[in-house]
């Protein structure tokens, strides 16, 4: 069986979901300046968290943490894994189908039970026919994700990872297009959604048959195959999307305040351009190879796995959290003061950002925690945990909201970020030296986080030379490119001299990866 190549697979699927996240910025850019924080907007979020939310159920969360592991056994033992995927993908499909006519009719109540305080406002009708158009983008990017799922588990990531893309070219085409045109930029946007999960579903579709794994749909069947792959995915669904949750959470205490559902947002899509590039890129990754290793009973090959891309983690994660810490103000006014976006408005989102940014490094940690457990087709403790983290969040963001306002979902939810990676350390304990981190990762970790320490300081040094610059029209986006140069450059020369890492690694995993 082909091995699967950690780094090389971890550089792959972080840089197409770069090029996503990128995107996605630039989509947040013009959402932020065609539409700006307000009724529409927050109608917009509120809609297209929906499908979000369910994709992390039926996508993402369960099928990466129960379809994966038990597909890639099936691939290292040559017990008919196309089989296996085609009554996965049938049986998907048919579930998919009945929820989505379900939301389509009760898509009221749906609305109502996720952001109540739009009850009685224009909001409230807003978002109701916005989640009819974008709902069924649920189905098309759950059966990609099943798809997506076999081409990683077979060592094949790029095509998977680029799928993504699609949705945020689709989506900034049509807003321009429109806008250029004279017409309601929101419209061509939800509209857009649904298309680009079509052209997801037919990119991965293409690879997977190119790559050998073609999987058709039947008719449903009720195996114990699929009797298993539910009991392990039903956890794990709630495992996987407690991010998700933790921000419905927030967005029904949000929707509460005026603009807040928007600033929300905003700041939520900044933390997720690091997110997404390293600890979906991880946990896509690691997932796979622990459960191919743990099929083999190669235990020292899992730990070593466990423990690069623990130090693959920090490396990449540690330095953009401070970065958001400490200068969150000139990034959101750089990138979203414009148009429909006012300094209140901005000023607002950078303290959102701060706080997410003090939670980043623990939603990285989650990804590479999760799979110890999914690898093993345990998703009953990952449960319980997310379950516990869940209750944190609401007491928090429900309990801190007459106190401290619009700002308190932030706050509980990287509390509540926090909480489960220790719960999740905690309870890997018992599983011996392969979810141990090695020795190279311990010596390495402190060196990482103060070569993070020290970019920050350099930041913000900068930022106060180059104040001037940022603030100015014709120079900001340069200023801010210097700035963003400045941090890379520093957290590198000084990680190197710490022996935090070594640069070298990652140029062999780039010429591992071209080959």
Known sequence: ?????????????????????????????????????????DAFVAAF??????????????????????????????????????DALSGLGFVLLILTAVALI???ALVYATAGGFAGDERFDLTVGYGRIVFPYILFISLAALLSGALNAAGHFAAAAAAPVFLNVFVITAMLAADAMGGAAITALVWAIPVAGIAQLALVWIAADRA?????????????????LVAVAVP??????????????????????EKAVSWLYAADRLYQLPLGVVGIAVGIVLLPDLSRRLKAGDDAGGQ?????????????????AVALIVIPMPVVSVLFQRGATGPDDVAAIATATAIYGLGLPAFVLQ???????????????????????MVINAALAIGLAPVLGWVAPAIATTAAAWAMVWLLSRGSRGMGEVARFDDRFRSRAWRIVLASLAMGVVLWVTTIVIGGALAAPGWRYLALLALVTIGIVSFAWIGQALGAFRLAE??????????
């Open 1 to 41: 069986m082909k091995p699967i190549r950690l780094l090389a697979g971890v550089l792959t699927v972080g840089f197409w979901t770069l090029a996503s996240r990128v995107l996605g910025l630039v989509r947040e850019i013009a959402l932020l300046g065609l539409i700006g924080p307000g009724p529409v907007l």
């Open 49 to 86: 968290r929906l499908p979000n939310l369910f994709r992390r159920f039926f996508a993402e969360g369960a099928f990466n943490a129960a379809f994966v592991p038990m597909f890639s056994k099936r691939l290292e033992a040559e017990d008919d894994p196309l089989g296996f995927a085609r």
């Open 106 to 108: 009760f898509m009221p």
């Open 212 to 228: 050998g794994i073609r999987i058709r749909p039947k008719r449903p069947v009720w195996s114990p195959e699929m009797k298993h």
């Open 236 to 257: 794990a669904a709630l495992a996987g999307g407690v991010m998700q949750i933790n921000l419905l959470v927030g967005q029904q205490v949000a929707s509460n305040f």
């Open 304 to 320: 070593h796995a466990l423990s690069r891309a623990g130090e693959v983690s920090l490396t990449l994660t540690l330095p953009a």
């Open 367 to 389: 990804k590479v925690y999760q799979p110890l457990f999914f690898a093993r087709e345990d998703t009953r403790t990952p449960f319980r945990y997310a379950a516990v983290s």
């Open 506 to 515: 990652f140029r062999a995993a780039f010429r591992r990866k071209r080959t």
